[in-house]
């Protein structure tokens, strides 16, 4: 019921970027008129922090799970205002990697001041940058999320171990972004009604969490017994269904600052 | 305001590409770097000359990473060893490539020439970039078997590396992006051009074709250039020529596509230098260009992937050739070959 009331907003808001992806100019507000947004990314298992290797997990349908890696990509951020306008953050790249906590934190500069009800952002990296040649910073590929045989990021990354997987260890690796395989997804998690105010003097932090199990549950419930490895292919499409469709990043609270 | 702005470049590339062009080698000054002013006779390339435009001191440095067996794991193999340039950067005499510790590849390397006009590399077309390509060869356990942390801390420790990147592109340590473009600039001058054939179509001097390689160039267009097309002599396509009717020992392009329709596709290559790349076909299994053509009269296997232009309306597999024909197909395969960039000096290893 709670799923199906938030699937609900969501569509709404998506609906809405969508109507207005036209409009990407902010109302011309002079340059100084800039304010900064932070973004805490808490990666949970359920309502548990996640902890890598020493954490003992259950997934919804009963398979026992550690997690020794975790990291993904979060591109191409968008917050729009009432109003339907938007603002695209230009160059906009982040890996967040649970073995780093300052990779948790992504820091928006020179996000125009005013009153924002929803973000949108993409779980991955686009197609264009996947195949636009040397990359730097986050999409360096010496970050390990790049593939060199099929080129291109690896989206999402979960490695660890299951006593119910056939081998004992887990791989997942979400990639591909070419048809009938892709991978990439867009998300717009709710604000729950809350405002974002940004303003020269505030910076505003949006926390999220990103709950693990979700990639394994939602409209493809994965065994492990079953599917414990996936590069790419139909089972990383499934999984990113998953992760997608199912919320895995919902928005906890928002601090005004 | 956006299309105008579109429109431009676009003008200055038909500028570049119809004023600037100097394809005879033998006028050029040595300070030029090799491939950078495109031949005439070229579609528009895919790595535009602006995307990493080249200078002497980016390509030389490129130059020495692409000979340096430091790049592999032990220090033995080089890109140059499985690419030679008397071969026109294949390998001659290995129906597979050799990487570290001799272990055997799974494919013919193929050669390396106008990549500059590739949207995707290798006979599978996984690598979709120029730049980020050699991280498959330097990764690869049966190639060179290193990583991308260990390459860029070896050349971060060597005595002459860091200050030629310094040099070149201003920030230290070099990181990954330094070496990319840095071989790129290598990789995207090997510039195959200045055939015989070449001379021919840009009517040049020395571009006189016999009777029997006029014969097969009329042949060729006719049986053989709807893949093997334009001046590349390949249509960048994916095709099964009917080496197999079975592919479980490599599935070709479905290995990256993961569709059935792609069972047993390979990239088409292209025919310059063709008289040197032997042997021939992904898995290098004929050994020469006669063997080739004695395929295609008579040798190709059906299966349901078979590309559509090698079934005959009488339901006969593959392309009709006379004795004759192929010998004149031959004759002008030959007038591929470009002497001049197998003897390139620019682009041979550095003697110290």
Known sequence: MFFSRLSALWLALTITA???????????????????????????????????????????????????????????????????????????????????????????????????????????????????????????????????????????????????????????????????????????????????????????????????????????????????????????????????????????????? | MKRLLLVLPGLGLVGLLTTNCHPDADVQPLAVVPGSVLPTNFPAPAYAVEANPPTLAAFELGRTLFYDPQLSRTGKISCGSCHQQFAAFANADHRLSHGVDSRLGTRNAPALQNLRWKSNFFWDGGPKNLETLPLAPLTNPVEMDETLGN?????????????????????????????????????????????????????????TLSAAELSGRALFSAKCATCHRTDLFSDDSFRNNGLDSSFAADSGRARITRVDKDLGLFKVPSLRNATLTAPYMHDGRFQTLAQVLDHYASGVLDSPTLDPLLRQADGKLGLSLTAQEKSDLLAFLATLTDEQFIKDAQLAQRRP
Request: include cysteine; hydrophobic fraction near 35%; charged fraction near 15%.
């Open chain 2, 151 to 207: 390459v860029l801390r070896k050349l971060n420790a060597d005595p002459s590396y860091p200050g030629r990147f310094t040099a070149v592109y201003g920030s230290s340590p070099i990181d990954s992006y330094q070496l990319l473009r840095a071989l790129a600039q290598f990789t995207a001058s090997l510039t195959s051009a200045n055939s015989r054939y070449d001379h021919y179509v840009r009517q040049e001097a020395g571009g």
């Open chain 1, 18 to 257: 969508f109507a207005f992806t036209g409009c990407d100019k902010d109302d011309n507000t002079p340059t100084d008129s800039v304010g900064e947004v932070d973004i805490e990314m808490e990666n949970v298992v359920g309502s548990t922090p996640l902890a890598l290797n020493t954490g003992s997990y259950t997934t919804a349908a009963g398979d026992q799970f550690t997690v020794t890696t975790f990291k993904y990509y979060i591109s191409n951020i968008k917050l729009q205002k009432a109003d339907g306008t938007e603002y695209v953050q230009p160059d906009s790249y982040y890996l967040v990697n649970q073995a780093d906590d300052a990779s948790k934190h992504l820091s928006l500069k020179e996000v125009p001041v005013g009153d924002y009800t929803g973000i949108t952002f993409t779980i991955g990296v686009d197609s264009t940058r996947n195949v636009a040649g040397a990359q730097t910073g986050a999409l360096d590929p010496s970050n390990s999320m790049f593939w060199t045989w099929d080129s291109g990021y690896i989206f999402v990354k979960l490695e660890g171990t299951s006593p119910q997987a056939a081998k004992g260890g887990l791989v997942f690796h979400i990639a591909g972004f070419q048809h009938p395989y892709n991978t990439i997804r867009t998300v717009s998690p709710s604000f729950n009604g809350t405002t974002l105010m940004v303003r020269t003097d505030h910076s505003p932090e949006i926390h999220f969490q990103a709950d693990v199990l979700k990639m394994f549950a939602g409209p493809n419930q994965v065994r492990f017994a079953t599917l414990s490895n996936s590069m790419g292919g139909a089972s990383s499409v499934q999984i990113a269904d998953n992760y997608s469709k199912g919320g895995m990043f919902t928005v906890a609270h928002i601090h005004a600052n």
